[in-house]
């Protein structure tokens, strides 16, 4: 099982970058995917996630109408994306993808906690420049 996560890089304050992260090695069909992001000395924090089937999509406040989450499956594979635009100088952080198979999109509490997800991509790094 993999989750290999891409796209990270340097980017001017106010532009865009879309990250990737292809989850193979099973099937993710039924598991909810993410996106966290954690800054040196910081705990990991939610960003967003998005249900199994994909019509279901939840965002933390500091993001919400920056960034869009969304995801494609193949016959073998599921890649989740996240389209960030309108990037801060906070937004410089690594993020990381993760797959969870029972979080409970209801709940806040719930889905913004890291020990909802089974699986974690190695994370890719964005950097922002004034």
């Known amino acids: 099982v993999q989750l290999q996560a891409s796209g990270g890089g340097l980017v001017q304050a106010g532009g865009s970058l879309r990250l990737s992260c292809l989850a193979s090695g099973r099937t993710f069909s039924t598991y909810a995917l993410a996106w966290f992001r954690q800054a040196p000395g910081e705990e990991r924090e939610f960003v967003a996630v998005?249900?199994?089937?994909?019509?279901?999509?939840?965002?933390a406040d500091s993001v919400r109408g920056r960034f869009t989450i969304s995801r494609d499956r193949t016959a073998a594979t599921d890649t989740v994306f996240l389209q960030m635009n309108s990037l801060k100088s906070e937004d410089a952080v690594v993020y990381y993808c993760?797959?969870?198979?029972?979080?409970?999109?209801?709940?806040?509490?719930?889905?913004?906690?890291?020990?909802?997800?089974?699986?974690w991509g190695q994370g890719t790094l964005v950097t922002v420049s004034s």
């Open positions: 998005i249900s199994s089937s994909g019509y279901r999509s939840y965002y």
């Open positions: 993760a797959a969870g198979p029972h979080v409970d999109l209801y709940y806040e509490t719930i889905y913004q906690h890291t020990s909802e997800y089974d699986y």
